[in-house]
């Protein structure tokens, strides 16, 4: 069985190839390309776009080989020479199948079509949906944030309104990727209500997914956590929900005076220098001005961009996880968090309804509502006999949802029943 992937990154194995540093996305396809790899019934290549090349680039990995190929955009969908990489490695490789992570960029459009000239069995892996969450983007920001201009937002034409503007853009893509296929692999109840709506004719296949080995090692313990700290993975624009986490700190610092909160990624406030100042988004702006208006300076830490060792120790670290997003399918995080048993309190918005069982193993909030975002962490803080009873239920719930030979064993059965 002869297996192309079509991702938006490159998995660590091929950044090393061209020498580059790894990045901290994609990671959930690591264990799983790996297992897939070592099935004796399955050849797997994988490909990806690249900045900066004209031309394929192959890369021969242990058991992989990868192709990356120049950047696909929107304009460059119907470009036969634009298609043209695509349709070379598809050539060389000469898949059974080609599964397709994600739908928010071009090439995923690209090589539907293409497929499609070729008549090649497709599937696509619904990731998010840029279509949908372009509908909740504004994450009700009062309207002057929404419409004002920084000027980094200015010289990028990039201010809020815009950045919605380009994932509706983005998401006529998406659909019109998702009209086209036969078969879609989901793994909530939201995926598989947002894709039906789209294309009610795909054949729809669950599968959970397997996350990064980190993850799998260890189990958090609340003797050895930052006692009242907080940790949230991201919170560079509006739908990631970092506005309604701050909101919901007064609340808690007033019950816990010592609280910190962690954020996930670059410091999006940073205004130290001219530069800085100069580089600052209207949401970071926004941020910034909430941090202030809650005397929150001393009570928030930014961590910077954290690889996998680094994640799993943070979360380890934490007293309580928290997802406040206004919209995501699985959310990752969440899942990265339950596994270590880390308790955790979550949005209750799309797929992640299918990942919480409240009160047993976790706590849902309404996205909205950060005073209840604040009653359930202040609920974790004061009782630490709830706090490993949700530890210990999240970690056997989690254990059971991303096993790796399970989700494995699913995937071929689905690669086996398209081909079949």
């Given at each position: 069985m002869k297996l192309l992937w079509l991702t938006n990154v490159p998995l660590p194995e091929a950044s090393l190839l061209m020498n580059e540093d790894p990045t901290p996305f994609g990671g959930w396809l690591i264990n799983a390309s790996r297992d897939l790899s070592e099935q004796t019934n399955c050849e797997l290549a994988i490909s990806f776009p690249k900045n900066g090349i004209k031309d394929i680039k192959t890369l021969q990995g242990k058991k992989i080989n990868y192709y990356a190929f120049p950047n696909i955009y929107s304009g460059d969908v119907p470009s036969i020479e634009k298609n043209m990489h695509l349709e070379i490695i598809l050539d060389e490789v000469k898949p059974d199948i080609v599964h397709i992570f994600g739908t928010e960029?071009?090439?995923t459009l690209a090589m539907v079509n293409v497929c499609q000239?070729?008549?090649?069995?497709?599937?696509?892996?619904?990731?998010?949906?840029?279509?949908?969450?372009?509908?909740?983007?504004?994450?009700?920001?009062?309207?002057?944030v929404q419409n004002r201009f920084t000027i980094r937002d200015f010289i990028r034409?990039?201010?809020?309104?815009?950045?919605?503007s380009k994932f509706i853009k983005r998401g006529e893509s998406e659909i019109e990727a998702l009209q086209k296929v036969k078969h879609i692999i989901g793994r909530t109840t939201w995926d598989r209500a947002c894709t039906y709506q789209i294309n009610p004719d795909a054949a729809y296949h669950f599968c959970n997914e397997?996350?990064?080995d980190e993850f799998y090692k260890y189990s958090w313990d609340i003797n050895n956590c930052e006692k009242h700290s907080i940790f949230i993975s991201q919170g560079s624009y509006p739908i990631k929900g970092l506005h309604f986490m701050l909101e919901a700190m007064p609340l808690i610092l007033k019950r816990f005076p010592d609280t910190k909160l962690y954020v996930?990624?670059?410091?999006?406030?940073?205004?130290?220098?001219?530069?800085?100042?100069?580089?600052?988004?209207?949401?970071g702006k926004y941020i910034k001005e909430l941090i202030r208006r809650y005397n929150l300076e001393k009570s928030v830490v930014f961590t910077g961009i954290l690889d996998e060792k680094q994640m799993c120790e943070r979360y380890l670290q934490s007293h309580v996880f928290v997802s406040?997003?206004?919209?995501e399918n699985e959310s990752n995080s969440l899942s990265e968090a339950k596994i270590m048993g880390v308790p955790s309190v979550a949005s209750y918005v799309g797929g992640v309804t299918d990942r919480i069982q409240h009160g047993k193993d976790g706590f849902f909030y309404q996205h909205d509502a950060p005073y209840m975002l604040a009653y359930y962490v202040c609920e974790i803080f004061t009782?630490?006999?709830?706090?490993?009873?949700?530890?210990?239920?999240?970690?056997?719930?989690?254990?059971?949802?991303?096993?790796?030979?399970t989700n494995t064993k699913q995937l071929i059965v689905i690669y086996k029943s398209i081909i079949g």
């Amino acid at each position: 069985m002869k297996l192309l992937w079509l991702t938006n990154v490159p998995l660590p194995e091929a950044s090393l190839l061209m020498n580059e540093d790894p990045t901290p996305f994609g990671g959930w396809l690591i264990n799983a390309s790996r297992d897939l790899s070592e099935q004796t019934n399955c050849e797997l290549a994988i490909s990806f776009p690249k900045n900066g090349i004209k031309d394929i680039k192959t890369l021969q990995g242990k058991k992989i080989n990868y192709y990356a190929f120049p950047n696909i955009y929107s304009g460059d969908v119907p470009s036969i020479e634009k298609n043209m990489h695509l349709e070379i490695i598809l050539d060389e490789v000469k898949p059974d199948i080609v599964h397709i992570f994600g739908t928010e960029y071009a090439h995923t459009l690209a090589m539907v079509n293409v497929c499609q000239k070729k008549n090649i069995n497709t599937i696509i892996s619904i990731q998010g949906l840029v279509s949908i969450c372009a509908r909740h983007y504004m994450a009700c920001l009062p309207a002057n944030v929404q419409n004002r201009f920084t000027i980094r937002d200015f010289i990028r034409q990039d201010n809020l309104k815009q950045q919605q503007s380009k994932f509706i853009k983005r998401g006529e893509s998406e659909i019109e990727a998702l009209q086209k296929v036969k078969h879609i692999i989901g793994r909530t109840t939201w995926d598989r209500a947002c894709t039906y709506q789209i294309n009610p004719d795909a054949a729809y296949h669950f599968c959970n997914e397997t996350l990064r080995d980190e993850f799998y090692k260890y189990s958090w313990d609340i003797n050895n956590c930052e006692k009242h700290s907080i940790f949230i993975s991201q919170g560079s624009y509006p739908i990631k929900g970092l506005h309604f986490m701050l909101e919901a700190m007064p609340l808690i610092l007033k019950r816990f005076p010592d609280t910190k909160l962690y954020v996930g990624g670059q410091n999006i406030t940073k205004s130290d220098t001219l530069k800085d100042k100069l580089k600052i988004s209207s949401y970071g702006k926004y941020i910034k001005e909430l941090i202030r208006r809650y005397n929150l300076e001393k009570s928030v830490v930014f961590t910077g961009i954290l690889d996998e060792k680094q994640m799993c120790e943070r979360y380890l670290q934490s007293h309580v996880f928290v997802s406040p997003s206004m919209i995501e399918n699985e959310s990752n995080s969440l899942s990265e968090a339950k596994i270590m048993g880390v308790p955790s309190v979550a949005s209750y918005v799309g797929g992640v309804t299918d990942r919480i069982q409240h009160g047993k193993d976790g706590f849902f909030y309404q996205h909205d509502a950060p005073y209840m975002l604040a009653y359930y962490v202040c609920e974790i803080f004061t009782c630490d006999e709830l706090a490993v009873q949700l530890s210990e239920k999240a970690r056997e719930h989690a254990l059971k949802t991303h096993d790796r030979e399970t989700n494995t064993k699913q995937l071929i059965v689905i690669y086996k029943s398209i081909i079949g």
